[in-house]
């Protein structure tokens, strides 16, 4: 029989694998096929934000994806290949995107910024993901302040482009 523990983790565990959303975020982390890993490292982030925050784990994670959910994507418009007068600067084009895509790019850039934080400061990937988790659903931290730059860079080249939606 498993301990009392034991069984409250695997009934933790099984209810954080039917989201959808925690879903996506191991499909994410996964490497090379290893899916075990990928889901034992959320596992032990949530259990990191648990110790801080105790039942909380979700809350904070869902939080933290509304936080860095993109709505704008900013793209280089390709320079003309044969013009007299080249283009010193880029044109930036912005475009919105569809509400799946902004998700994904927002978990992408918190997955990103904690392997980042992971390298720098030689902490495990669980550790640096628990605090990204948690920097970002206070609106604070290095991919809240991406975002509102990819913004403002779309907001002050707007009128090159009428707004469309790509998927």
């Given at each position: 029989m498993l301990a009392k523990e034991d069984k409250n983790n695997f009934v933790y565990l099984n209810r954080i694998k039917s989201d959808p959303l925690i879903t996506k975020m191991i499909n994410l982390l996964m490497r090379h096929g290893k899916r075990s890993k990928s889901?034992?490292?959320?596992?032990?982030?949530?259990?990191?934000?648990?110790?801080?925050?105790?039942?909380?784990?979700?809350?904070?994670?869902?939080?933290?994806?509304?936080?860095?959910?993109?709505?704008?994507?900013?793209r280089i418009k390709p320079k003309p290949k044969k013009r007299r007068n080249k283009q010193s600067f880029n044109v930036y084009l912005p475009r919105v995107i569809s509400p799946t895509c902004g998700l994904s790019l927002g978990m992408r850039s918190i997955l990103k910024t904690s392997r980042e934080?992971?390298?720098?400061?030689?902490?495990?990937?669980?550790?640096?993901?628990?605090?990204?988790?948690?920097?970002?659903?206070?609106?604070?931290?290095?991919?809240?302040?991406?975002?509102?730059?990819?913004?403002?860079?779309?907001?002050?080249?707007k009128r090159k482009v009428h707004f469309a939606i790509h998927r």
């Amino acid at each position: 029989m498993l301990a009392k523990e034991d069984k409250n983790n695997f009934v933790y565990l099984n209810r954080i694998k039917s989201d959808p959303l925690i879903t996506k975020m191991i499909n994410l982390l996964m490497r090379h096929g290893k899916r075990s890993k990928s889901e034992k490292i959320l596992f032990k982030a949530f259990q990191a934000l648990d110790k801080v925050y105790p039942g909380q784990a979700t809350r904070i994670f869902y939080l933290a994806i509304i936080a860095v959910k993109q709505d704008i994507a900013v793209r280089i418009k390709p320079k003309p290949k044969k013009r007299r007068n080249k283009q010193s600067f880029n044109v930036y084009l912005p475009r919105v995107i569809s509400p799946t895509c902004g998700l994904s790019l927002g978990m992408r850039s918190i997955l990103k910024t904690s392997r980042e934080r992971s390298q720098l400061s030689f902490s495990p990937l669980w550790e640096s993901l628990s605090q990204e988790l948690l920097q970002a659903s206070q609106s604070k931290g290095k991919v809240v302040a991406k975002r509102y730059k990819v913004n403002k860079l779309a907001i002050s080249n707007k009128r090159k482009v009428h707004f469309a939606i790509h998927r």
